[in-house]
C-alpha cells in the first residue's frame, strides 16, 4: 500500500484563489463562532460516544454542527491509508484540514480521533487561531479499554492477530496541556458533555 507523503512540496503554479464570502460572514449567518473539537484517546476509551453525545446537545442548543469520526473516515477519505506511523500522520493531517474548511464553512466541528501522536496534533492545532481549537482528551485508561473491546480489536491485538495497535506494539503520546480530560471510566456521559460545554464556552 502506498505511504502518501504528509509535507507535499509547494507548487507554485497552484494559487489558491481569494473567495469574496469570508468566513467570518458565513459564521455571522449562523450566529455562532465556530470551532474544532478534537477528541483524542485510545480506542475504546468513549470518544465517539462522547462526540455523537455533544453533538446531539449542541444541536439542541441551535447551533451549527458536524462529527468528524475517525473510524467513519477510514472507510472513505482516508481508507487507502495503512496502520503504520507514517499512514497515521497522513491520517491525521486530512482530517485537520477537512475540519479547518468546516470551520471556515461556519460549523463546529467536533473531531473524534485515535490521533496518537503529539506532533501530529501539534500540527492540527496550528491550522487554527487559539480561539478555534480544543483539545480534549479522553483519558480512559488502556485496562479499562481492552475491558470493553466494543470492536474485539484489543483481542485481537493481544493475540498478534493485530499489528500496530495503539497502545500496544504502536505508541499513544497522551497530551501534555490538554484544554479538557474526560476519564470516562470515573465520569458519566452527562457529566461529561458538561466538563467539555463548560471549557467550551470559556474558550
Known sequence: MSKPSSS????????????????TAR???KHQQPCCLWLTGLSGAGKSTLANALEMQLNEQGRHTF????????????????????????????IAEVARLMVDAGLIVIVSA?????????????LFRSDEFLEVYVSTPFDICARRDPKGLYQAALQGRLKNFTGLDSPYEAPQQADCEINTDEVDLAEAIQRVLAVLLEK
Open 8 to 23: 507535499a512540496a509547494p507548487r507554485p503554479q497552484i494559487r489558491p484563489y481569494a473567495l469574496s464570502l469570508s468566513p
Open 67 to 94: 462529527v468528524l469520526d475517525g473510524d467513519n473516515l477510514r472507510n472513505g477519505l482516508c481508507n487507502d491509508l495503512g496502520m503504520d506511523a507514517m499512514a497515521r500522520q497522513e491520517n491525521v493531517r486530512r
Open 27 to 29: 459564521a455571522a449567518l
Open 114 to 126: 485515535i490521533s496518537p501522536f503529539r506532533a501530529d496534533r501539534a500540527a492540527a492545532r496550528a
